[in-house]
Structure formats: C-alpha cells, structure tokens
C-alpha cells in the first residue's frame, strides 16, 4: 500500500497562504487519484479538493474554490495544496489521500490511502 507524508502546515495570519506538500511512496504514483481532506477539530472530516492521475481533472468544495488551487508533480511522487487567502474557518488537520481508480473524486470512501495529516492554524 502507498505511504503518504504530509508537509507544509503551520500558523498563518488571515489572509496569508500556504503549500502543503503530499509525497508518496512507490512507483505507481502516476496511476493514483489524489485528494485533499481536511478535519476541523470536533467536526467530520471534509472534501476539500482532488486532482486525477493525469492532473487534466480537478475538483473543489466550493468554499476553496478561487483561493486553493490542487497540482500534482509525478516525477516527484508528490502532491500539493495551495492555499491563499486563507480564513480563520480554514483551520483544521489537512490530510492527502490516495485512490487506485485514477479519478478526481469527492468521496471519502473511495481512497484506499491516507496520510497522517498536518496542522494549518489560521489566526483572525
């Protein structure tokens, strides 16, 4: 099974951004589907933006959209999330995840792999 490792999380005032990093193990990365989920403490786990194998289809909850932008580098195995203009509703542990389908999707239950996650803490 691939191994996920996110990077890039950490306190950023309101209206600051970030790059989250997702790096993965093995040689399939190319075939995966890559999402990003993020958790605010107390609350479910939520979509937040997915990208397919390709990197030809993307896909965004509607809050991030304009502000995240999901890009994925397959010769680095590795993932990302941009994020701009950030808000204070923005905080919460982001986890990367990895589906064997090759498609762009919104659907938790469709990744077979997750990350350990990373803190974004947004201050007002």
């Known amino acids: 099974q691939v191994q996920l490792v996110e990077s890039g999380g950490g306190l950023v005032q309101a209206g600051g951004s970030l790059r989250l990093s997702c790096a993965a193990s093995?040689?399939?990365?190319?075939?995966?589907?890559m999402g990003w989920f993020r958790q605010p403490l107390g609350k479910e786990r939520e979509f937040v933006a997915a990208?397919?194998?390709?990197?030809?289809?993307?896909f965004y909850v509607d809050s991030v959209k304009g502000r995240f932008t999901i890009s994925r580098d397959n010769a680095k195995n590795t993932v990302y999330l941009q994020m701009n203009s950030l808000k204070p509703e923005d905080t919460a542990v982001y986890y990367c995840?990895?589906?064997?389908?090759?498609?762009?999707?919104?659907?938790?239950?469709?990744?077979?792999?997750w990350g350990q996650g990373t803190q974004v803490t947004v201050s007002s």
């Open positions: 093995g040689r399939f990365f190319g075939y995966y589907g």
């Open positions: 995840a990895a589906n064997y389908r090759s498609v762009a999707s919104p659907k938790a239950y469709e990744y077979d792999a």
């Open positions: 990208i397919s194998s390709s990197g030809s289809s993307t």
